[in-house]
Structures are given as C-alpha cells and as structure tokens.
C-alpha cells in the first residue's frame, strides 16, 4: 500500500525559508517521478518541482533558483527546500509520486505553507 505523508510546512516571513519532507511507503524511487504541486485558493494545481531517476529536476518557472528537490532514499523521503519564500507561494503543497511504466499515481494529503509578514 502506497502512503505519501508530508511535513514541514507552516507560516513563514518573506524572505524566509522552509523544507518541506515527504516521507513515502511502497514507493521503489527507481519506478517513480517524484514531485511537489502546490495549489493556491482558487487557483488550479500546479506542478512546482518534479525529480527524475533521483537525479534530473525541473521546476516551475517562478521558483527557479528559489527551490531545489532531492530524494533520501535511505530515509525513503522527498524533500522540496524553499528558500527566498514570497507571498505568492502561499498554497498547500502536495506530494506526488507517479509510476514510470504505468498508470499509477498517488498522492498525499496536502499540507499548508504560508508566507506572510
């Protein structure tokens, strides 16, 4: 059974920083991209960093040079650091992990981040 638990969010000040940690059961890293989405209120969710083979990133424009994603496999966990944090990244955050070689896709249950002074 596939479990995506995140961590790590919160209120925060602009210009501040925040590590958010998905810890992750029955997921072999090897057979799954691995992403972060956030989805701010009435907006759509959008993609906010995904990881490739442990190694390959890419982001979400706006959050370039801002975020990085890396994978702890020993811990069995993801994290998105969020560094220089503004307002507008003030959604809920979400953990992703989708199957390489199927249709599979999962999610955690969300956890909020608030950047305000």
């Known amino acids: 059974q596939v479990q995506l638990a995140e961590s790590g969010g919160g209120l925060v000040q602009p210009g501040g920083s925040l590590r958010l940690s998905c810890l992750s059961s029955g997921i072999d890293f090897n057979y799954y991209v691995m992403g972060w989405y956030r989805q701010a209120p009435g907006k759509q969710r959008e993609v906010v960093a995904r990881?490739?083979?442990?190694?390959?990133?890419i982001f979400l424009e706006s959050v370039k040079g801002r975020f990085t994603i890396s994978i702890d496999k020993t811990k069995n966990t993801v994290y998105l650091q969020m560094n220089s944090l503004k307002p507008e990244d003030t959604a809920v955050y979400y953990c992703n992990a989708a199957a390489t070689s199927s249709h599979n896709n999962y999610w955690g249950q969300g956890i909020q981040v608030t950047v305000s002074s």
């Open positions: 990881i490739f083979d442990g190694i390959s990133t």
